[in-house]
Protein backbone atom coordinates (compact mmCIF):
# COMPACT_ATOMS: atom_id res chain seq x y z
CA UNK A 1 0.00 0.00 0.00
CA UNK A 2 1.01 3.58 -0.54
CA UNK A 3 -0.76 4.79 2.96
CA UNK A 4 1.43 3.18 5.95
CA UNK A 5 -0.63 4.82 8.63
CA UNK A 6 -3.87 3.82 9.82
CA UNK A 7 -6.98 5.52 11.47
CA UNK A 8 -8.78 4.76 13.88
CA UNK A 9 -12.77 4.77 13.32
CA UNK A 10 -13.39 7.49 15.60
CA UNK A 11 -10.52 9.59 13.24
CA UNK A 12 -12.68 8.33 10.10
CA UNK A 13 -15.78 10.15 11.69
CA UNK A 14 -14.11 13.15 12.71
CA UNK A 15 -12.79 13.00 9.00
CA UNK A 16 -15.91 13.06 7.54
CA UNK A 17 -17.83 15.53 10.25
CA UNK A 18 -15.30 17.99 9.07
CA UNK A 19 -15.78 17.31 5.22
CA UNK A 20 -19.40 17.34 5.49
CA UNK A 21 -20.11 20.50 7.27
CA UNK A 22 -16.95 22.65 6.21
CA UNK A 23 -18.27 24.28 3.14
CA UNK A 24 -22.13 23.16 3.41
CA UNK A 25 -22.62 25.36 6.67
CA UNK A 26 -21.81 28.85 4.77
CA UNK A 27 -23.69 27.94 1.70
CA UNK A 28 -26.56 25.53 2.13
CA UNK A 29 -28.45 27.60 4.40
CA UNK A 30 -28.93 30.32 1.32
CA UNK A 31 -29.24 28.07 -1.52
CA UNK A 32 -31.96 25.89 0.22
CA UNK A 33 -33.77 28.95 1.79
CA UNK A 34 -34.41 30.36 -1.70
CA UNK A 35 -35.54 27.61 -3.29
CA UNK A 36 -37.83 25.68 -0.13
CA UNK A 37 -38.15 28.62 2.36
CA UNK A 38 -39.62 27.32 5.64
CA UNK A 39 -38.93 24.19 4.76
CA UNK A 40 -35.04 24.62 3.43
CA UNK A 41 -34.20 21.89 6.95
CA UNK A 42 -36.44 19.27 5.37
CA UNK A 43 -33.99 19.07 2.17
CA UNK A 44 -30.79 18.75 4.54
CA UNK A 45 -32.96 15.81 6.33
CA UNK A 46 -33.65 14.15 3.14
CA UNK A 47 -29.92 15.02 2.10
CA UNK A 48 -28.80 12.81 5.32
CA UNK A 49 -30.98 9.55 3.69
CA UNK A 50 -29.65 9.92 0.32
CA UNK A 51 -25.88 10.21 2.17
CA UNK A 52 -26.81 7.15 4.24
CA UNK A 53 -27.75 5.05 1.55
CA UNK A 54 -24.12 5.68 -0.51
CA UNK A 55 -22.28 5.36 2.80
CA UNK A 56 -24.28 1.37 3.03
CA UNK A 57 -22.93 0.39 -0.35
CA UNK A 58 -19.27 1.80 -0.23
CA UNK A 59 -19.11 -0.19 3.33
CA UNK A 60 -20.72 -2.80 1.59
CA UNK A 61 -18.13 -3.29 -1.04
CA UNK A 62 -15.00 -2.14 1.76
CA UNK A 63 -16.11 -5.35 3.53
CA UNK A 64 -16.20 -7.35 0.28
CA UNK A 65 -13.00 -6.70 -0.84
CA UNK A 66 -10.94 -6.11 2.18
CA UNK A 67 -7.67 -4.61 1.91
CA UNK A 68 -8.98 -2.77 -1.28
CA UNK A 69 -10.52 0.81 -1.98
CA UNK A 70 -12.36 1.92 -4.84
CA UNK A 71 -9.40 2.77 -6.90
CA UNK A 72 -8.27 -0.84 -6.90
CA UNK A 73 -11.49 -3.44 -6.79
CA UNK A 74 -12.87 -1.17 -9.56
CA UNK A 75 -9.82 -2.92 -11.67
CA UNK A 76 -10.95 -6.21 -9.83
CA UNK A 77 -14.71 -6.16 -10.99
CA UNK A 78 -14.10 -4.71 -14.65
CA UNK A 79 -11.07 -5.72 -15.74
CA UNK A 80 -7.57 -3.48 -15.23
CA UNK A 81 -8.63 -0.20 -17.91
CA UNK A 82 -12.22 -0.14 -17.72
CA UNK A 83 -11.32 0.10 -13.69
CA UNK A 84 -8.41 2.41 -14.22
CA UNK A 85 -10.82 4.79 -15.96
CA UNK A 86 -13.51 4.30 -13.26
CA UNK A 87 -10.56 5.23 -11.05
CA UNK A 88 -9.83 8.14 -12.70
CA UNK A 89 -13.30 9.97 -13.01
CA UNK A 90 -12.89 9.84 -9.42
CA UNK A 91 -9.56 11.13 -8.82
CA UNK A 92 -10.86 13.56 -11.22
CA UNK A 93 -14.15 14.45 -8.73
CA UNK A 94 -12.00 14.80 -5.53
CA UNK A 95 -9.69 16.99 -7.43
CA UNK A 96 -12.64 19.82 -8.92
CA UNK A 97 -14.02 19.43 -5.14
CA UNK A 98 -10.37 20.69 -4.23
CA UNK A 99 -10.43 23.38 -6.71
CA UNK A 100 -14.47 24.68 -5.92
CA UNK A 101 -13.21 24.87 -1.92
CA UNK A 102 -10.07 26.93 -2.77
CA UNK A 103 -12.15 29.15 -4.82
CA UNK A 104 -15.39 29.53 -2.34
CA UNK A 105 -12.52 30.54 0.17
CA UNK A 106 -10.66 33.07 -1.68
CA UNK A 107 -14.26 34.54 -2.74
CA UNK A 108 -15.27 34.28 0.91
CA UNK A 109 -12.25 36.16 2.26
CA UNK A 110 -11.76 38.58 -0.36
CA UNK A 111 -15.87 39.48 -0.25
CA UNK A 112 -16.45 39.68 3.41
CA UNK A 113 -12.58 40.17 4.93
CA UNK A 114 -10.21 41.57 2.69
CA UNK A 115 -11.45 43.15 -0.87
CA UNK A 116 -8.35 44.95 -1.75
CA UNK A 117 -6.56 41.02 -1.29
CA UNK A 118 -5.56 38.99 -4.08
CA UNK A 119 -7.79 35.77 -5.02
CA UNK A 120 -4.45 34.21 -5.65
CA UNK A 121 -2.82 35.43 -2.41
CA UNK A 122 -5.52 32.77 -0.78
CA UNK A 123 -5.52 30.34 -2.64
CA UNK A 124 -1.78 29.92 -3.40
CA UNK A 125 -1.89 29.85 1.24
CA UNK A 126 -4.51 26.98 0.67
CA UNK A 127 -3.07 24.70 -1.21
CA UNK A 128 0.14 24.75 0.06
CA UNK A 129 -1.07 24.29 3.55
CA UNK A 130 -3.19 21.52 1.78
CA UNK A 131 -0.09 19.59 0.09
CA UNK A 132 2.16 19.71 2.86
CA UNK A 133 -0.62 17.91 5.15
CA UNK A 134 -1.39 15.36 2.06
CA UNK A 135 2.52 14.55 1.87
CA UNK A 136 2.89 14.09 6.08
CA UNK A 137 0.28 11.36 5.31
CA UNK A 138 -3.32 10.32 6.38
CA UNK A 139 -2.65 9.43 9.96
CA UNK A 140 -0.75 13.23 10.61
CA UNK A 141 -3.97 14.41 9.16
CA UNK A 142 -6.58 13.01 11.06
CA UNK A 143 -4.47 13.39 14.25
CA UNK A 144 -4.51 17.07 13.21
CA UNK A 145 -8.46 17.05 12.43
CA UNK A 146 -8.93 15.81 16.11
CA UNK A 147 -7.86 19.49 17.43
CA UNK A 148 -8.94 21.57 14.85
CA UNK A 149 -12.65 19.97 15.26
CA UNK A 150 -12.81 20.52 18.99
CA UNK A 151 -12.27 24.40 17.97
CA UNK A 152 -14.69 24.92 15.12
CA UNK A 153 -17.71 22.37 16.76
CA UNK A 154 -17.52 24.44 19.79
CA UNK A 155 -17.24 28.03 18.12
CA UNK A 156 -20.54 26.65 16.27
CA UNK A 157 -22.22 25.37 19.55
CA UNK A 158 -21.12 29.18 21.10
CA UNK A 159 -22.35 30.76 18.60
CA UNK A 160 -26.06 29.20 18.47
CA UNK A 161 -26.03 29.31 22.19
CA UNK A 162 -25.35 33.14 22.14
CA UNK A 163 -28.28 33.81 19.09
CA UNK A 164 -30.84 31.88 21.47
CA UNK A 165 -32.72 35.23 22.47
CA UNK A 166 -32.88 36.28 19.21
CA UNK A 167 -34.71 33.80 17.96
CA UNK A 168 -38.79 33.93 16.73
CA UNK A 169 -39.89 30.39 15.72
CA UNK A 170 -42.75 32.18 13.98
CA UNK A 171 -40.47 33.29 11.28
CA UNK A 172 -39.86 29.35 10.16
CA UNK A 173 -44.14 29.32 9.58
CA UNK A 174 -45.60 28.05 7.61
CA UNK A 175 -44.08 24.70 7.06
CA UNK A 176 -44.69 21.96 4.50
CA UNK A 177 -45.73 24.20 2.26
CA UNK A 178 -43.49 22.70 -0.81
CA UNK A 179 -44.10 19.57 -2.90
CA UNK A 180 -42.01 16.46 -1.70
CA UNK A 181 -40.75 16.16 -5.58
CA UNK A 182 -39.16 20.06 -4.69
CA UNK A 183 -37.97 18.88 -1.14
CA UNK A 184 -36.82 16.01 -2.94
CA UNK A 185 -35.20 18.03 -5.89
CA UNK A 186 -33.37 20.17 -3.81
CA UNK A 187 -32.10 17.57 -1.67
CA UNK A 188 -29.84 15.97 -4.65
CA UNK A 189 -27.89 19.42 -4.50
CA UNK A 190 -24.15 18.22 -4.11
CA UNK A 191 -23.94 20.85 -1.01
CA UNK A 192 -27.12 19.84 0.75
CA UNK A 193 -26.60 15.93 0.25
CA UNK A 194 -24.20 13.75 2.83
CA UNK A 195 -22.39 12.81 -0.34
CA UNK A 196 -18.89 13.41 1.27
CA UNK A 197 -19.60 9.93 2.16
CA UNK A 198 -18.41 8.80 -0.81
CA UNK A 199 -14.37 9.71 0.57
CA UNK A 200 -14.44 6.19 2.99
CA UNK A 201 -14.25 4.23 -0.44
CA UNK A 202 -10.87 5.61 -0.51
CA UNK A 203 -9.81 5.13 3.35
CA UNK A 204 -11.41 2.14 4.67
CA UNK A 205 -8.62 -0.32 3.94
CA UNK A 206 -6.43 2.16 6.09
CA UNK A 207 -8.89 1.64 9.26
CA UNK A 208 -8.13 0.10 12.02
CA UNK A 209 -10.94 -1.41 12.39
CA UNK A 210 -12.72 -1.84 9.02
CA UNK A 211 -15.46 -3.35 10.00
CA UNK A 212 -16.81 -0.32 12.27
CA UNK A 213 -16.99 1.71 9.39
CA UNK A 214 -20.57 1.97 8.73
CA UNK A 215 -21.12 2.89 12.39
CA UNK A 216 -18.38 6.24 12.28
CA UNK A 217 -19.71 7.07 9.17
CA UNK A 218 -23.32 6.94 10.25
CA UNK A 219 -22.31 8.74 13.21
CA UNK A 220 -20.58 11.46 11.12
CA UNK A 221 -23.48 12.20 8.56
CA UNK A 222 -26.18 12.20 11.79
CA UNK A 223 -24.04 14.62 13.13
CA UNK A 224 -22.89 17.08 10.87
CA UNK A 225 -26.27 17.23 8.94
CA UNK A 226 -28.07 17.58 12.46
CA UNK A 227 -25.93 20.87 12.83
CA UNK A 228 -26.44 21.57 9.70
CA UNK A 229 -30.09 21.67 9.59
CA UNK A 230 -30.29 23.26 13.15
CA UNK A 231 -28.22 25.92 11.89
CA UNK A 232 -30.70 26.78 8.91
CA UNK A 233 -33.77 26.81 11.24
CA UNK A 234 -31.20 29.45 13.64
CA UNK A 235 -31.06 31.85 10.65
CA UNK A 236 -34.33 31.14 9.75
CA UNK A 237 -35.72 32.23 13.23
CA UNK A 238 -33.78 35.15 13.27
CA UNK A 239 -34.01 36.57 9.34
CA UNK A 240 -36.95 34.88 8.06
CA UNK A 241 -37.11 33.50 4.75
CA UNK A 242 -37.35 36.64 2.77
CA UNK A 243 -34.36 38.40 4.27
CA UNK A 244 -32.25 35.20 3.66
CA UNK A 245 -32.97 35.31 0.21
CA UNK A 246 -30.75 38.17 -0.48
CA UNK A 247 -27.97 37.43 1.78
CA UNK A 248 -24.81 35.71 0.36
CA UNK A 249 -23.32 34.47 3.64
CA UNK A 250 -26.02 33.52 5.90
CA UNK A 251 -24.10 32.25 8.50
CA UNK A 252 -22.00 36.04 8.79
CA UNK A 253 -24.91 37.89 8.62
CA UNK A 254 -26.35 35.77 11.35
CA UNK A 255 -23.31 36.75 13.49
CA UNK A 256 -23.42 39.95 12.99
CA UNK A 257 -26.54 39.98 14.75
CA UNK A 258 -25.48 38.69 17.94
CA UNK A 259 -25.01 41.25 20.72
CA UNK A 260 -25.17 40.43 24.48
CA UNK A 261 -25.79 42.96 26.87
CA UNK A 262 -24.02 45.46 24.23
CA UNK A 263 -20.99 43.60 25.35
CA UNK A 264 -20.68 40.60 23.60
CA UNK A 265 -20.69 41.23 20.14
CA UNK A 266 -18.57 41.54 16.22
CA UNK A 267 -17.68 37.72 16.43
CA UNK A 268 -17.22 37.70 12.90
CA UNK A 269 -13.66 36.52 13.56
CA UNK A 270 -14.30 33.86 15.31
CA UNK A 271 -16.50 32.62 12.09
CA UNK A 272 -13.58 33.41 9.17
CA UNK A 273 -11.00 31.34 11.91
CA UNK A 274 -13.51 28.48 11.90
CA UNK A 275 -13.94 28.45 8.33
CA UNK A 276 -10.44 28.63 7.23
CA UNK A 277 -9.72 25.38 9.71
CA UNK A 278 -12.56 23.58 8.33
CA UNK A 279 -11.83 24.82 4.97
CA UNK A 280 -8.00 23.80 5.09
CA UNK A 281 -9.42 19.79 6.08
CA UNK A 282 -11.37 19.18 3.59
CA UNK A 283 -9.49 20.70 1.06
CA UNK A 284 -6.68 18.37 2.19
CA UNK A 285 -8.70 15.38 2.64
CA UNK A 286 -10.27 15.67 -0.83
CA UNK A 287 -6.87 16.22 -2.41
CA UNK A 288 -5.22 13.41 -0.69
CA UNK A 289 -7.97 11.46 -2.01
CA UNK A 290 -7.40 12.40 -5.32
CA UNK A 291 -3.26 12.50 -5.18
CA UNK A 292 -3.73 8.32 -3.75
CA UNK A 293 -5.73 7.55 -6.11
CA UNK A 294 -3.86 8.88 -9.71
CA UNK A 295 -0.61 7.00 -7.66
CA UNK A 296 -2.24 3.89 -7.19
CA UNK A 297 -3.77 4.23 -11.16
CA UNK A 298 -0.44 4.81 -12.49
CA UNK A 299 1.37 2.50 -10.22
CA UNK A 300 3.49 4.75 -8.56
CA UNK A 301 5.25 3.19 -5.41
CA UNK A 302 4.62 6.96 -3.42
CA UNK A 303 2.20 9.54 -3.21
CA UNK A 304 4.62 12.58 -3.12
CA UNK A 305 5.34 12.91 -7.06
CA UNK A 306 1.67 13.90 -7.64
CA UNK A 307 0.86 16.11 -4.86
CA UNK A 308 2.31 19.33 -6.11
CA UNK A 309 1.28 18.92 -10.03
CA UNK A 310 -2.16 18.25 -8.64
CA UNK A 311 -2.65 21.51 -6.19
CA UNK A 312 -1.12 23.27 -9.49
CA UNK A 313 -3.70 21.89 -11.34
CA UNK A 314 -6.45 22.70 -8.54
CA UNK A 315 -5.14 26.36 -8.56
CA UNK A 316 -5.67 27.02 -12.14
CA UNK A 317 -8.70 25.14 -12.16
CA UNK A 318 -9.98 27.09 -9.41
CA UNK A 319 -9.22 30.55 -11.04
CA UNK A 320 -10.88 29.03 -14.55
CA UNK A 321 -14.04 27.76 -13.40
CA UNK A 322 -15.73 30.51 -12.31
CA UNK A 323 -15.50 34.11 -13.54
CA UNK A 324 -17.13 35.20 -10.02
CA UNK A 325 -18.92 34.39 -6.83
CA UNK A 326 -22.15 34.47 -8.68
CA UNK A 327 -21.32 32.10 -10.82
CA UNK A 328 -19.86 29.85 -7.75
CA UNK A 329 -23.28 30.18 -6.28
CA UNK A 330 -25.21 29.14 -9.50
CA UNK A 331 -23.45 26.45 -9.73
CA UNK A 332 -23.28 24.71 -6.91
CA UNK A 333 -26.82 25.58 -6.03
CA UNK A 334 -28.38 23.41 -9.07
CA UNK A 335 -28.87 19.61 -9.03
CA UNK A 336 -27.19 17.41 -11.59
CA UNK A 337 -26.85 14.02 -12.75
CA UNK A 338 -23.11 13.96 -12.88
CA UNK A 339 -22.66 13.74 -9.40
CA UNK A 340 -26.01 11.87 -8.52
CA UNK A 341 -24.37 9.03 -10.51
CA UNK A 342 -20.55 9.01 -9.27
CA UNK A 343 -22.00 9.11 -6.10
CA UNK A 344 -24.72 6.78 -5.96
CA UNK A 345 -25.06 5.15 -9.84
CA UNK A 346 -21.08 4.01 -10.04
CA UNK A 347 -21.09 2.34 -6.35
CA UNK A 348 -24.57 0.71 -6.94
CA UNK A 349 -23.22 -0.48 -10.23
CA UNK A 350 -20.25 -1.75 -8.81
CA UNK A 351 -22.74 -3.46 -5.58
CA UNK A 352 -24.46 -5.34 -8.07
CA UNK A 353 -21.46 -6.33 -10.18
CA UNK A 354 -19.83 -7.75 -7.05
CA UNK A 355 -23.05 -9.05 -6.39
CA UNK A 356 -23.53 -11.06 -9.35
CA UNK A 357 -20.03 -12.31 -9.52
CA UNK A 358 -20.16 -13.59 -5.70
CA UNK A 359 -23.74 -15.40 -7.17
CA UNK A 360 -21.63 -16.82 -10.07
CA UNK A 361 -18.94 -17.94 -7.95
CA UNK A 362 -20.78 -20.20 -5.61
CA UNK A 363 -22.72 -21.72 -8.43
CA UNK A 364 -19.24 -23.02 -10.18
CA UNK A 365 -18.83 -25.94 -7.81
CA UNK A 366 -22.32 -27.35 -8.12
CA UNK A 367 -22.03 -27.04 -12.72
CA UNK A 368 -18.96 -29.37 -12.23
CA UNK A 369 -20.24 -31.55 -10.11
CA UNK A 370 -23.55 -31.71 -11.79
CA UNK A 371 -20.84 -32.16 -15.07
CA UNK A 372 -19.13 -35.11 -13.22
CA UNK A 373 -21.92 -36.66 -12.43
CA UNK A 374 -23.49 -36.87 -15.54
Not at 161 to 183: A, G, H, K, V, Y
Not at 246 to 261: D, E, K, Q, S, W
Request: with cysteine; glycine share 6%; hydrophobic share 55%.
Amino acid sequence: MLEKGKISPRQSSLLLIMALIATSILLVPAITVQQLKQDAWLAVLMGTLWGLVTLYIVCWLGSKHPGQNIYEYTQTLLGKWPGKIVGLIYAWTFLRIVAIVIREFGDFMTTSFMPNTPLSVFSISLIFLAAWAVLAGLEVLARMNEFIIILVISSLFFILSLSLNNWDLTRIQPMFTNSLLSIIKVSFIPEVWAADSITLAVIIPFLTRPRQAFAAGTIATLFAQGLLATGIIAVLAIFGPFLLQITRFPILTFVRAINVGQILSRFEVLVMVVWVAGVFIKASYYLYCACLGLAQITGLKEIRPVVLPLGTVAIIWSFSMFENIGELETAVSNPRLAPLLQYLGIPLFLLIVTWLKEKFDKNKPRRRRNEKAN
